[in-house]
């Protein structure tokens, strides 16, 4: 079955830019999105079709994909943004979770 | 809008088939687009159980293909998971949540509301 690794956690500074990595095989010919979720709460969808934002998802957050890796980028990273993210694929008829990464904002 | 709404037993015994339903609201189901249901055992990741379309097409992860049924009810706009023969490891917050893909490009699928979630405890 398909998987999607990714790191378990990343820190940054507030301000400072924080991105994720989802690696897959040729994950790049595929769409990934990517979701946050806060502690007791649902995921949110802040990254589509690889590089695509929601309404109401700030600039901040941006997406890539390309080769086997797909990237979430956060820019000028907030405290509000501390919160686990998982990237998603499609692969033989099933969605896949990447394995989750937290963030940290110091 | 569209809002979705979990329900069901928050505790289940094993061996026994958990039964969850999704209410959606601010969109009708027959209209398209796939549903689906995907778990989160605590402080693990997320798990994709299966989706639907209300022409009755279904996608069921493989892992749990054999115990998942997913239907529709368009008239109450709902649709429900069932999980049979469940055990410890089925404890999880059950999430259902719509497919913000178009549905005649294949490739795009991505989740873009969700329920808020419902715990079921899978004890004796």
């Known amino acids: 079955s398909y998987e999607l690794t990714q790191p378990p956690s990343v820190s940054v500074s507030p301000g400072q830019t924080a991105s994720i990595t989802c690696s897959g095989d040729?994950?790049?010919?595929?769409?990934a999105c990517w979701y946050q979720q806060k502690p007791g709460q649902s995921p949110i969808l802040v990254i589509y079709q690889d590089s695509k934002r929601p309404s109401g998802i700030p600039e901040r957050f941006s997406g890539s994909n390309s080769g086997n890796t797909a990237t979430l980028t956060i820019s000028g990273t907030q405290a509000m943004d501390e919160a686990d993210y998982y990237c998603q694929a499609w692969d033989s008829s099933s969605y896949v979770f990447g394995t989750g990464t937290k963030v940290t904002v110091l | 809008q569209v809002q979705l709404q979990e329900s069901g037993p928050g505790l289940v015994k094993p061996s026994e088939t958990l039964s969850l339903t999704c209410a959606v609201s601010g969109y009708s189901i027959s209209s398209g687009y796939y549903w689906g249901w995907i778990r989160q055992p605590p402080g693990m990741g997320l798990e994709w159980i299966g989706s639907?379309?209300?022409?009755?097409?279904?996608y069921y992860n493989p892992s749990l293909k054999s115990r998942v049924t997913i239907s529709v009810d368009t008239s109450k706009n709902q649709f429900s998971l069932k999980l049979s023969s469940v055990t410890a490891a089925d404890t999880a917050v059950y999430y259902c949540?719509?497919?913000?893909?178009?549905?005649?490009?294949?490739?795009?699928?991505?989740?873009?509301?969700w329920g808020q979630g419902t715990l079921v405890t899978v004890s004796s």
């Open positions: 040729k994950l790049g010919d595929k769409y």
């Open positions: 949540a719509k497919d913000g893909g178009v549905v005649v490009v294949t490739a795009i699928h991505y989740f873009d509301y």
């Open positions: 639907l379309h209300h022409s009755g097409s279904t």
